[in-house]
């Protein structure tokens, strides 16, 4: 890939990470709001701090992985699937500038981290 291609892309991840970071720090500060719970009448905002909570998983996560992208332009390994050494489709990278794996791998991975769980879920 291009160095300064490169450089676009790190820009991108950048600002990502930044909202990404910002998005985190809101949902914790509404997570940790005062929560005034009747133990009679449960939690009006229960399904809400759920919903919440879920989108900070996800959030973190996502932030896990623009930092391994990251990661890896430091290393020079932008754009190369961790796993199987092959080039990242450079289409995918557009959609997913954190991918770090090629389509196949991704696929490998997701399949073998669904037969862990259903794994996972019938013990
Ligand atoms: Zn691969």
Do not use: F
């Amino acid at each position: 890939m291009q160095p300064t291609k490169i450089e676009t892309e790190r820009e991108k991840l950048e600002a990502e990470r930044v909202a990404i970071l910002d998005d985190i720090e809101h949902l914790k500060e509404w997570l940790q709001g005062e929560v005034d719970v009747d133990a009679d009448e449960g939690d009006p905002d229960l399904a809400e701090r759920e919903k919440n909570l879920a989108l900070l998983m996800v959030m973190e996560r996502k932030l896990e992985s623009v930092n391994m992208a990251l990661r890896a332009i430091d290393k020079g390994r932008y754009g190369i699937c961790e796993r199987c050494g092959n080039p990242i489709d450079p289409a995918r990278l557009e959609v997913r500038p954190d991918a770090t794996l090629c389509l196949d791998c991704q696929r490998e991975v997701e399949r073998i981290a669904k037969k862990a769980a259903l794994r996972y879920m019938e013990e």
